[in-house]
């Protein structure tokens, strides 16, 4: 089993910052991509940012240029720093990891952390 502890969400102004964590525990070979979605109520979950093993990334074209995903691989972390936030940011963040283990490739979610922007 993986399991994956997020943290870093919470309540902020519009144009403010936050930065949210996502750790990898267990037992896996190795974690592949690793990334983070949002959900609000009623809506399909959508990608923010991912990031492959290999350093490279992608993003929602909403948050190009505003939010950065960086991982520690020694740590088995995942980071999302988000600056210049506006109210439509609000959601429920989920961290997603690809994990190998038995030659197999396993998805695994974390539990979710709400960051609520105030206009």
């Known amino acids: 089993q993986v399991q994956l502890v997020e943290s870093g969400g919470g309540l902020v102004q519009a144009g403010g910052s936050l930065r949210l964590s996502c750790a990898a525990s267990g037992r896996f070979v190795s974690l592949n991509a690793m990334g983070w979605y949002r959900q609000a109520p009623g809506k399909q979950r959508e990608l923010v940012a991912r990031?492959?093993?290999?350093?490279?990334?992608n993003y929602a074209d909403s948050v190009k240029g505003r939010f950065a995903i960086s991982r520690d691989n020694a740590k088995n972390t995942v980071y999302l720093q988000m600056n210049s936030l506006k109210p439509e940011d609000t959601d429920v963040y989920y961290c997603n990891a690809e994990v190998l283990l038995d030659r197999l490739i396993y998805n695994y979610w974390g539990q979710g952390t709400q960051v609520t922007v105030s206009s």
């Open positions: 990031i492959l093993g290999d350093g490279r990334t």
